[in-house]
């Protein structure tokens, strides 16, 4: 029997896929090369951009007629088109689907397919992460297995990515992830460091701790846990080479966190913090809690403390009611703070959040995309100019795999880098003299082999 999984959106749902993967591989099912081969077929969904929420459609489209063709194929609808509440409508618009799984929840398929097959139900509890207590309320369930790697990733993976903190309590007025994701939960400790302790043990050299919000990691449990404290517990543990977390809000970035970051060798210097608009009105209206003046402060403290970081952002441009103006503030603010990588979104309403209730999306869509643009054109250039600067540096590599013939990693500032060499250089370090730069990725030699 073979699976396939489908994934489309955030490293929350790719570490998601995984976890959902290596599941059925403890049932014994074993990977298709593509869908149509597959008894089982996972889609994992995202609804943060209307375009996102479209491509699960079409793929929800494509397989009714594989699913008509042959009825004994499981389709399982997951993540966050499907959220927490499974909506009826979901199951009378997708007949062809069998099995609704909220986000980061492998529970309901693996129970189904206990269930076809006869077999003993007790081990689906194995793979439970959650209990739902009604529509709207999610706990977390006790501590399920930890992550099986799926066996093509056993000895292959070198970074891996951890939810360490599911769901989000913030309010964010345009942002559909916490109606779909539940409220926030954060993982304990000992869970998360005996799960990396066994990845690291297969191999992994990296690991990458998620959150929607993870410096808020362990404000919701008893025991006074938070993100500096974990980075020490898995600073210590052999065979791991590097430790990233994503993604902070500006609010929560403590110092303590910032420092351990500096102290810490394993935890790499890359922090990023959405900023989502430099206008005061629009992020007042966004709900974001904080000014641009806050924000830029929060540069300055990273800077001071992290030397060398480099810093990503979010930005969503056409908020309703953004005005010229005030995008034009979130234009100066980049211009100033000359970040190390943008995310760029158009602003896309949401059903059931704050924005689309109460606020009209009057940005037209070609005004989108030329701020968009304006943006994009002026991120190629602050980002091609502060990489411009890695020219004939010698950086830290940590080897992913190959690429087009050369093999690709990435700094611990997060640039991709590409080099040429006969040696196998899978999940190792290596120092490598950058020869070549562009916004986008670098080149570079092997410094010392
Ligand atoms: N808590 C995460 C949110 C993940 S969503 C974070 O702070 O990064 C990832 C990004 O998608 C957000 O940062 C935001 O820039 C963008 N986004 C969220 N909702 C959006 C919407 N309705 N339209 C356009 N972009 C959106």
């Known amino acids: 029997m073979k699976y396939f999984v489908w994934t489309e959106g955030c490293q929350m749902n790719v570490a998601d896929s995984q976890r959902v993967a290596g599941a059925l591989e403890q049932l014994g099912y074993r990977p298709a090369g593509s869908a149509e081969q597959a008894d089982v077929i996972v889609l994992n969904t995202c609804v943060v951009r209307q375009s996102a929420e479209d491509k699960a459609y079409g793929r929800l489209t494509s397989l009714a007629p594989l699913k008509r063709q042959r009825p004994d194929l499981v389709i399982n609808l997951m993540g966050c088109l499907v959220g927490i509440r499974q909506t009826e409508r979901l199951k009378r618009a997708f007949p062809q689907v069998d099995v609704f799984s909220p986000p980061s929840e492998p529970g309901p398929l693996i129970k189904f397919l206990l269930e076809r097959e006869g077999r003993d139900l007790a081990a689906a509890q194995t793979f439970q992460r959650f209990d739902y207590q009604d529509e709207a309320t ?96 898995l600073h210590d543990i052999e065979g791991l080479e590097r430790i990233r977390f994503l993604t902070g809000h500006p609010n929560w970035m403590a110092d303590d966190l910032l420092q351990a970051v500096a102290e810490l060798p394993k935890v790499c210097e890359h922090i990023e913090v959405p900023v989502q608009a430099g206008d005061d009105e629009v992020l007042r209206r966004m709900q974001r809690g904080y000014t641009a003046g806050d924000y830029r402060r929060l540069v300055g403290r990273i800077r001071r403390l992290v030397p060398n970081a480099s810093i990503a952002t979010d930005i969503i441009v056409g908020f309703p009611g953004e005005t010229a103006e005030q995008f034009q503030h979130t234009y100066d603010l980049l211009e100033e703070l000359k970040l190390d990588m943008a995310h760029l979104a158009r602003y896309s309403a949401r059903p059931g959040t704050v924005a689309t209730r109460t606020m009209t999306d009057d940005v037209p869509p070609e005004e989108k995309m030329r701020r968009f643009r304006l943006l994009e054109d002026q991120q190629a250039r602050l980002v091609g100019a502060i990489n411009a600067r890695y020219l004939d540096q010698t950086v830290e590599v940590l080897v992913e795999g190959r690429h087009k013939q050369k093999w690709m990693g990435r700094t611990r500032t997060n640039k991709l880098v590409f080099f040429a ?29």
Not at 175 to 204: D, F, K, M
Not at 424 to 430: P, Q, V, Y
Request: charged share 20%; hydrophobic share 40%; glycine share 10%.
């Open 421 to 449: 060499h006969p040696a196998d250089w899978h999940g190792r370090l290596a120092q490598v003299k950058i020869i070549h730069t562009s916004p986008w990725s670098m080149q570079g030699t092997v410094a010392e082999a």
């Open 138 to 233: 999610t706990v977390l369930h006790s501590a399920p297995g930890a992550l099986m790697l799926p066996e093509a990733e056993r000895g292959q993976a070198v970074g891996v990515h951890i939810p360490i903190v599911y769901g989000c309590s913030h309010a964010c007025t345009y942002c559909i992830i916490p109606y779909r994701r539940g409220v926030e939960r954060s993982r304990p400790q000992a869970e998360i460091v005996t799960e990396v302790q066994g990845l690291a043990a297969q191999g992994v050299k990296e690991v990458t701790l998620l959150g929607q919000i993870v410096d808020r990691y362990g404000k919701d449990l008893n025991g006074g846990e938070n993100l500096a404290q974990l980075l020490r517990a």
